[in-house]
C-alpha cells in the first residue's frame, strides 16, 4: 500500500511524540497491550492443538502476558509520569548535593531504598531550614546566607514531596517488573572481583572483594562517582557490623544500618585535611588534622592543627588501621607532589 512521504512523517512524528517519558510512553503502553492480547489468545490455541495439558499451559501463559500488558503497562505509564515529576521537584530545589544524591538512589529503583528517600526528604526538608543558611554562610558568607535562606525554604515543601512522587514512582515501576513475562530475578553468589592499580586480572581475593562490594554500595556507588579508588578495608566489629573503608582520597568508618540493611557514614577524614601521619595510642587512633576556625559568617577562616580520635576494638586494630591509612595516606602525597610539579 503506498504512502505518501509527507503522511509517513506524521506517523513517525506522532510515534515520537507519543514515546516520549513525560507522557507517559503511551505507544509503548499500545504495543504492549496488543501483545498481551494476542497472547490471551494465541497460546492456548497452540497449546489445544498439542493436548489438553499443553492447552492449560497456554491459558497460564496467556494470561500473564495479558496481565503483564495490561496492569503492567499502566504501572509503567504511571511510573514514568511520576518519575518525569520527581525529576521536576528535585530541580526546583537548587540543590546540586541533593539532586546527585536521589540520582544515585534511583539507579537501584527499589521500594525500600524509596521509602527510606522519602522518610530522610522529610526530615532535611525541616532541617534544612536552619541546616542550608549555616552551610551557605560558611562558604560564601552573607551572600552564601541568603542563598541558603532560599533553598531551605524551598527544600521544605519540594524535599517531602518530591520523596512521596519518588516513592510512587518506584512502587509502580516494581509492579511493572513482576507482571512482566519472563523477569527472573538473579542472585549473586559472590562478590564481584577487585581489580586493581595498573588493571590486571589477579586471582580471587575474598577479602578484597568484600571490600570493594562495600565501597560500591556505600549510597549506590558515592564515593566512585567522587572518583575515589578502593585501597582496602579494616573489619572493625561484627553486631553491629562496622568496617573502616580507605580510598586514595580519605578513610571513614561505615556502619549497617539494620532497618534499612545498608551501610552509613560514621566517620570521615580527607587525607588533604590531614597534617601528618596517624598514630595508635593502646586502643584508640589518632588523626592530626588542619580545621577552620572563625564566625561561621566570615569568609575568611583560619586553619589551626587539631586531632580526630576514632576508638577501635583493640591495640592490634588500631595498628592495623595505622598501617593502613598512612601507607594511603603517603600515596596520596606522592600523586598530589606529581601533579604540581
Not at 203 to 210: F, G, N, Q, T
Request: aromatic share 8%; net charge positive; with cysteine.
Amino acid at each position: 500500500m503506498y504512502m505518501s512521504p509527507i503522511w509517513q512523517g506524521v506517523i513517525q512524528m506522532y510515534s515520537v511524540v507519543l514515546g516520549l517519558e513525560v507522557l507517559g510512553n503511551p505507544v509503548g503502553f499500545v504495543r504492549g497491550l496488543k501483545k498481551g492480547t494476542v497472547g490471551l489468545f494465541y497460546h492456548p490455541l497452540q497449546g489445544a492443538v498439542l493436548g489438553p495439558e499443553e492447552f492449560m499451559e497456554g491459558v497460564v501463559l496467556g494470561s500473564r502476558e495479558f496481565v503483564g500488558g495490561t496492569v503492567g503497562g499502566i504501572s509503567g505509564v504511571l511510573g514514568k509520569v511520576t518519575g518525569v515529576l520527581g525529576d521536576t521537584a528535585a530541580n526546583l530545589t537548587m540543590d546540586e548535593e541533593f539532586q546527585s544524591q536521589r540520582k544515585r538512589e534511583r539507579t537501584r529503583g527499589n521500594v525500600g531504598q524509596s521509602l527510606e528517600g522519602a522518610a530522610r526528604g522529610v526530615f532535611a526538608g525541616v532541617t534544612g531550614v536552619i541546616s542550608q543558611p549555616i552551610k551557605g554562610a560558611k562558604k560564601e558568607g552573607l551572600l552564601g546566607l541568603v542563598k541558603g535562606a532560599g533553598k531551605g525554604v524551598l527544600g521544605l515543601v519540594l524535599r517531602p514531596t518530591g520523596g512521596l512522587i519518588d516513592l510512587t514512582s518506584a512502587t509502580f515501576n516494581a509492579v511493572q517488573r513482576k507482571t512482566k513475562v519472563g523477569n527472573y530475578d538473579i542472585t549473586q553468589l559472590r562478590p564481584p572481583r577487585f581489580i586493581g592499580q595498573p588493571k590486571f586480572v589477579s586471582p580471587y581475593s575474598p577479602h578484597k572483594a568484600e571490600g570493594y562490594a562495600l565501597f560500591l554500595a556505600l549510597e549506590n556507588g558515592r564515593l566512585s562517582g567522587d572518583g575515589d579508588i578502593y585501597f582496602d578495608f579494616v573489619e572493625l566489629e561484627e553486631n553491629p557490623l562496622r568496617n573502616l573503608l580507605v580510598t586514595n582520597n580519605r578513610f571513614l568508618v561505615i556502619k549497617r544500618n539494620a532497618m534499612f540493611d545498608r551501610f552509613e557514614e560514621e566517620e570521615v577524614v580527607m587525607f588533604r585535611d590531614m597534617c601528618g601521619k596517624t598514630r595508635a595510642e593502646r586502643s584508640r587512633v589518632v588523626v592530626p588534622v588542619l580545621e577552620e576556625q572563625g564566625w561561621f559568617l566570615s569568609s575568611k577562616k583560619k586553619l589551626q592543627t587539631s586531632s580526630r580520635q576514632l576508638e577501635v576494638p583493640s591495640p592490634k586494630k588500631a595498628a592495623e588501621i595505622v598501617s593502613l591509612v598512612n601507607q594511603a595516606y603517603q600515596e596520596y602525597r606522592t600523586t598530589q607532589t606529581k601533579k604540581s610539579s
